[in-house]
Every structure is written in structure tokens, then in C-alpha cells.
């Protein structure tokens, strides 16, 4: 069995901050790619960022400068560092991450989300 949990998320003026975390814990052998999406009421889901085991990462457009995404190996545990925070990127967050129990099959795992709301 794996989880992951995302913590971090909240309500924050235009121009702010915030530091989103994904641990994952359970039967975890490796864990390949880890990534962030949000869904924003009445849009479809979408890619925020993703890393690599090896520490590549790749943004959607409208984060880029201003988002960060990395991680922790030895903690299992993934960030997005969100900085200079906007109205439009209010949305429910969850991470993702292609996780290995045996060593073989691979399977992507989904946290429950985290509000971010960015609002005056």
C-alpha cells in the first residue's frame, strides 16, 4: 500500500507564497517521475510541474519563474515552492508520482489535493 500526502496548501494575498509537500510512504522501492497538477473550478486538470529521479524538471508556461519544483529522495517527499502567487492560480493541487513496490511494475499514485487560494 501507498500514500501520499500533500500538506501546505491555504489562502494567500496576490504576491505571496506558498510551499506545497507530497510524502510518500507504504512499500515504496524507487519512485521514478513526481509531479504537481491543479484543477480550477470549471477547468480541466492540468500539469504544473514535474522532476525526474535524476532532478529534471519541466513547468507549464505560466508558472515558469516563478514556480520551483524539487525533491527529497531520502524523504520520499516532493515540493512546489510558488512564489509571486496570482488570482489564477487558485486551484485544488495534487501531486502525482510513478512509484515501484517489487522492483517492476511501475504505478502512478495520486494525492487528495490541497486547496490554494490567492485572493485579496
Known amino acids: 500500500q501507498v500514500q501520499l500526502v500533500e500538506s501546505g496548501g491555504g489562502l494567500v494575498q496576490p504576491g505571496g507564497s506558498l510551499r506545497l509537500s507530497c510524502a510518500a510512504s507504504?512499500?515504496?522501492?524507487?519512485?521514478?517521475?513526481m509531479g504537481w497538477y491543479r484543477q480550477a473550478p470549471g477547468k480541466e486538470r492540468e500539469r504544473v510541474a514535474v522532476i525526474s529521479s535524476g532532478g529534471n524538471t519541466n513547468y507549464l508556461d505560466s508558472v515558469k519563474g516563478r514556480f520551483t519544483i524539487s525533491r527529497d529522495n531520502a524523504k520520499n517527499t516532493a515540493y512546489l515552492q510558488m512564489n509571486s502567487l496570482k488570482p489564477e492560480d487558485t486551484a485544488v493541487y495534487y501531486c502525482?508520482?510513478?512509484?515501484?513496490?517489487?522492483?517492476?511494475?511501475?504505478?502512478?499514485?495520486w494525492g487528495q489535493g490541497t486547496q490554494v487560494t490567492v485572493s485579496s
Open positions: 507504504g512499500s515504496i522501492t524507487s519512485i521514478n517521475a
Open positions: 502525482n508520482a510513478d512509484i515501484s513496490s517489487t522492483g517492476w511494475t511501475i504505478y502512478r499514485y
